[in-house]
């Protein structure tokens, strides 16, 4: 191997062991089983948490805060009317490794996950159970050394919204909403932590390929002090017969600017971070 190549290959070792050593956990969704199934449109729909049982809360070493809370609701299942047929429903789990989300045929509906490092889904009520501090001041980027989100998706549907709401408490905090795109075979992909944290991108409608907005409260969001994270699938209910499973969601370190590139957010002045006070 000549000296160039040989660099090259140490220093992509050098690199892929800091990736390692790095990388930090959302969800890996290999504890805590749960299952959560609507049929009724009008019910309130169906939470719950990783740990039910009265007294101690249970925390999940691989669950970021070591507690998820999930929430489904059947929004409705006739196509665009609702004929309330109990043989049709909207379900969310974790089982095994993977997270689930499924609308029968002709059925619309929402699933959402909260890491709050709380026991408090309320069934039917998109959010009023989260405690935007819940994770007590947590630094997601682990001081730095990550700076973007990696979901491993095992099969994805085209067609429907997703949200990622970071809270550094109830008044700050950024949303992005994006476009959910087919995805037959595995693969993993990637929402930089910048995306949330640049003041220039709110408001702003298709900031970038697949992003339909990023809308902040306050001062926005601060990674390194999250309050809450939360997940939201098809929240409006806009798409029927969704089929969504997830193996993983971690946080990773961004080699240089391969990622933000490719979601065309350097042109958007991406690196103008706002300052932390």
Not at 91 to 110: C, E, K, P
Request: aromatic letters at 6%; charged letters at 15%; hydrophobic letters at 40%.
């Amino acid at each position: 191997m000549n000296m160039k190549l040989k660099t090259l290959a140490v220093a992509f070792a050098a690199l892929t062991a800091s990736v390692g050593a790095n990388a930090g956990i959302v969800d890996l969704f290999d504890d805590g089983d749960q299952l959560y199934v609507d049929n009724t449109v009008g019910d309130g729909g169906k939470a719950g948490t990783t740990s039910q049982a009265p007294g101690a809360p249970i925390s999940y070493a691989t669950i970021l805060g070591g507690n998820r809370d999930l929430i489904v609701e059947k929004l409705r299942d006739n196509g665009s009317t609702v004929i309330n047929n109990p043989s049709r429903n909207a379900s969310i789990g974790v089982n095994g490794g993977q997270f689930d989300f499924s609308t029968s045929s002709l059925t619309a509906g929402r699933g959402q996950i909260q890491w709050d490092g709380q026991n408090d889904a309320i069934e039917g009520v998109d959010g009023s159970g989260l405690n935007a501090v819940g994770l007590g001041d947590f630094d997601l980027t682990i001081g730095g050394t990550v700076d973007k989100f990696a979901l491993g998706i095992i099969f994805s549907d085209a067609g429907f919204n997703f949200e990622v709401t970071a809270y550094t408490d109830a008044a700050n905090w950024t949303k992005i909403s994006l476009v959910a795109t087919s995805h037959a075979a595995p693969i993993t992909t990637y929402i930089p932590f910048s995306a949330f944290e640049n003041d220039f991108l709110c408001g702003i409608p298709n900031p970038a390929p697949g992003v339909l907005l990023i809308t902040c409260g306050g001062t926005g969001a601060d990674l390194k002090h999250l309050g809450a994270l939360v997940a939201d699938i098809d929240p409006l209910g806009g798409s029927v017969a969704i089929d969504l499973t997830l193996d993983k969601i971690t946080t990773i370190p961004e080699p240089g600017a391969l990622a933000l590139v490719a979601l065309g957010l350097i042109g958007a002045g991406v690196f103008r971070r706002r300052s932390k006070v």
